[in-house]
């Protein structure tokens, strides 16, 4: 049974990763199709003015939080969550889960060459690991039906959506149900990082939750965007 708690009204489930990683299990198991949403603060403030992003976030079968601030505003709330549960670490403990089953996994996101690199150093990090497609994220809506059939002939298990947000949550909602893929998973700019293209934070960023500080030194272009994260906190304290 979920435990939800709420931030800024975006519910998220109290998971562990560990946890997580078992929701995952079972979704590949049950028959069904599942959206997996992976909001961090900035994610949170852009669906306060997106009704339907809120409403796709409402709608999702697991919200987990990508970022350490969603952690810290859970603590004014009954319900807190455990620990943060990154999308790119969610994935990469799934690849080590399914490396030596039948699961298979199709990549469509990033700029082109992305994707399909970064497919070739996970197969090579997760020996047995099964991914079936990939597809750049530079399309139209011309280009969409073709990209549906691929994913569906390639029949996916998991369908990672790396065309960062809100785009990809909506993409998401608006065709899993033609992709045939039983778990899809919004996975932002992780496409990058898998394919070495980008750098990931050191561990010791991670691990006292200074990801965004990190990206933020490397990239000072996203200085704007950053913005949200001040706003974002003092939203959380006044509503509390």
């Known amino acids: 049974m979920r435990k939800i ?30 959206i997996i949403c992976t909001p961090n603060p900035e994610i949170v403030m852009e669906a306060q003015n997106d009704k339907e992003l809120m409403e796709i976030l409402k709608a999702s079968d697991m919200v987990i939080p990508d970022g350490i601030g969603v952690v810290w505003a859970s603590k004014y709330s009954e319900i807190k969550i455990k620990e943060r549960v990154p999308g790119y670490d969610l994935t990469q403990n799934v690849f ?10 199709y ?10 690199a970064a497919a070739k150093k996970m197969m090579h990090k997760y020996e047995g690991l099964k991914i079936v497609g990939t597809r750049n994220g530079y399309f139209n809506k011309n280009d969409e039906a073709k990209i549906i059939d691929d994913i569906k002939k390639s029949k996916a298990d998991i369908l990672l959506v790396g065309l960062g947000a809100p785009k990809q949550e909506k993409w998401i909602y608006d065709n899993m149900r033609f992709t045939g893929a039983k778990v899809c998973i919004g996975v932002g700019g992780s496409f990058d990082v898998m394919s070495g293209n980008v750098k990931r934070a050191p561990k010791i960023f991670c691990k006292l939750g200074l990801e965004w500080f990190y990206r933020l030194i490397t990239q000072p272009t996203r200085i704007k965007r950053m913005m949200r994260l001040p706003k974002f906190a003092l939203k959380v304290l006044k509503e509390k």
């Open 5 to 34: 708690t709420h931030v800024l009204g975006v519910p998220f489930d109290t998971y562990t990763m560990k946890e997580a990683v078992g929701r995952v299990m079972t979704f590949l198991g049950d028959g069904g199709q599942h």
């Open 96 to 105: 080590d889960k399914i490396k030596d089953m039948d699961y298979t996994v």
């Open 107 to 116: 990549f469509f996101g990033g700029a082109p060459g992305i994707a399909s």
